[in-house]
């Protein structure tokens, strides 16, 4: 909780549920991750939070841009963000998405199956390309399915066939999982992809770049290592891989750059037992799963929570949402303790929301707005 | 499938993803239900589909409403219901919620706790209200939590405790979980809550009102039990436990009302495998977890997909949606299989999804917009 975040809420007193954004602690963020990777191009991954505020705050700063759709390239253009600053970073796109985004001068496109390779061949001619490794690595939050990449020797069959299709074979990017807590997972993936980048040589193509994705962390409810500790991870593998022959590196922060800047205050809408019995208190907020806290799915992502108690004594709760739905709960296995003294109407804070809430807020369930934001 | 959407889809050809819903089967589906339970009085749960077209509609025909938010009461009362035509179903309220709904003439409210309780006996002074009984009925697709209800022992001191706040100890209330598919829980429920009435009975009070809930459902990859069949089980469970003494009887359906009347066209964005040996196919459509698909969390719920080479030979596919999340997977574990020529931009068709869809889409999540939705 920001100085400024306080003096926000306590002077404007905004309807909660609300977010408030303290674009200062972003511009921190962004300082901090290039002084302790100078080499890396920065590429801000918009789909973490795309609030124009923030955007433009980054593109002024000189950050680039990973993005997943049209409409995100339409809020970086309209930011004043040229094409060749942004990255198509979403392996699954539309044909007429891809010439779009060409036309409008985006030259660096993300894959990693054939289908894909043929429609970029087709609709963005001679444009870079990128494949995305299948890395199943251990230690993330947010889980990390097979959902993208492929396996290292498609990876190398596709590059070559990129080569003969007439696209540029960029590099080779990977993505160690969202809030990825273990650093010996870099060492990995790092020495995987440049395993591959020998192999490609051999075969005549010399790949430029390595794209090492997000996965730095924000501060949920365990200890995260800093920064630059991460940092260090990430440049210990590469020069440990790539000697002094290190390719242009990309990185790709969301939640780590705006994570930690966001603060999400909620107000108890009730406070009950289900039973005479019950040894658990169920505090229900005016912001739960569908209202922008999607990440608690299965308890993945766990939020700290600050009250205005903290401090007294504290019992064991349930935290659930104020929807009709039953799977609307936020913490039921987590371990969540809460002050005794909590009451309806009191304000709570959920701290590190300003990455992966607005967006995900559903867009009228139960008859429920949005989650508000405000950019401070 | 229509006649009616088949049409529009072909004439019109919209942009995928979308949703068309078709209102005579909305209207066929009301009238089936007042025909097999005559005596139940039916609050259409706005929840499973806000659109002014379906409530204004369902209004016209007689119908009442269940809601869960003033969001929802307002709509309603856009539509020209009066107040006295809805229930606050939503166990968790906001005390200035609920003097803003009684001022606008709602005088029947829900509760499950003492908070509750005083909430609404200081801003709804003399309104009906109704305690819902914590019910842990096995067999419901959607999956059913501790979150609403509280034990029987305590709705019976509450009851007590609302007539002396001088409020109408109104009925009582329970929900067998959504898409119920075991009939014999609705015996169980009834017979818990006939019981109690008994003994509320014996106190000094005489309640009312039975609030079965919803739990009615569509048809998903498992067939169900057709709308008589439940209509049977409730009449049967109420005869049985009330005798010829029936209280008025309220239900909320939504799900059962609305889900077979969508369909939602996609269309398939990418078609790979992760490596060589795969033995299934990845299928990538244009919606996913994120734009409409919620209830697919956990692989819960299972709708059936067609596709215009339905027929043909068939394989193993994952399924997921179009977004940058590796958590956006529709059905990985739940052995959906797909033709083996399905291919890029094949339009697939997912159907009764006119419930639980359009309101749970995120309003922007990875820059793409929320589901569009045609009533015809």
């Known amino acids: 909780m920001t100085e400024k975040i306080s003096r926000f809420l306590a002077e404007r007193v905004p309807e909660t549920p609300c977010l408030v954004v303290d674009l200062d602690v972003i511009a921190e963020n962004y300082e901090t991750l290039r002084h302790y990777l100078p080499v890396a191009t920065i590429y801000y991954a918009v789909k973490a939070n795309p609030a124009p505020e923030v955007v433009r705050m980054l593109a002024d700063m000189g950050s680039s841009f990973d993005v997943a759709s049209p409409g995100e390239i339409q809020l970086c253009l309209d ?16 044909q007429r998405d891809i010439a779009w985004a060409f036309e409008r001068g985006v ?50 069959d596709l590059m070559l066939m990129a080569r003969d299709l007439g696209l540029d074979p960029y590099g080779l990017s990977f993505h160690v999982g969202s809030q990825q807590t273990n650093l010996a997972q870099w060492d990995i993936a790092v020495g995987r992809t440049a395993m591959l980048f020998t192999e490609l040589n051999e075969a005549g193509i010399e790949l430029k770049m390595i794209n090492l994705g997000g996965g730095f962390p924000a501060r ?16 210990h593998a590469m020069t440990k891989h790539f000697g002094n022959r290190l390719p ?67 019992g064991p709760v349930v935290l659930a949402g104020p929807t009709c739905d039953s799977a609307d709960i936020l913490y039921e296995k987590a371990g969540y303790e809460m002050p005794l003294d909590l009451a309806v109407g009191d304000k709570v804070e959920i701290l590190s929301t300003g990455a992966y809430t607005t967006t995900y807020s559903a867009v009228n369930f139960n008859g429920l707005p949005p989650l508000k934001a405000y950019y401070i």
């Open 79 to 94: 930011m004043g963000i040229p094409g060749e600053r942004v990255s198509f970073g979403n392996t699954i796109k539309k």
């Open 107 to 156: 030259d660096l496109f993300a894959f990693d199956s054939e289908q894909e390779l043929r429609k970029i061949a087709q609709s963005a001619p001679g444009a870079r390309v990128f494949c995305r490794i299948l890395m199943e690595c251990e230690g993330a939050e947010w889980p990390l399915s097979r959902k993208f990449g492929c396996e290292v020797e498609m990876a190398r």
């Open 220 to 235: 949920y409810r365990s200890e995260v290592a800093s920064i630059d500790t991460y940092a260090d991870a990430v440049m």
């Open 248 to 314: 242009l590196m990309i990185i790709e922060p969301g939640r780590s750059m705006v994570g930690d800047a966001g603060i999400l205050q909620s107000e108890v809408v009730l406070i009950s037992r289900k039973g005479y019995d019950d040894d658990k208190r169920w505090v229900y907020l005016d912001v739960g799963k569908f209202g922008g806290l999607a990440e608690t799915m299965d308890e993945a992502i766990k939020y700290r929570i600050r009250t205005s108690h903290d401090g007294a004594a504290v």
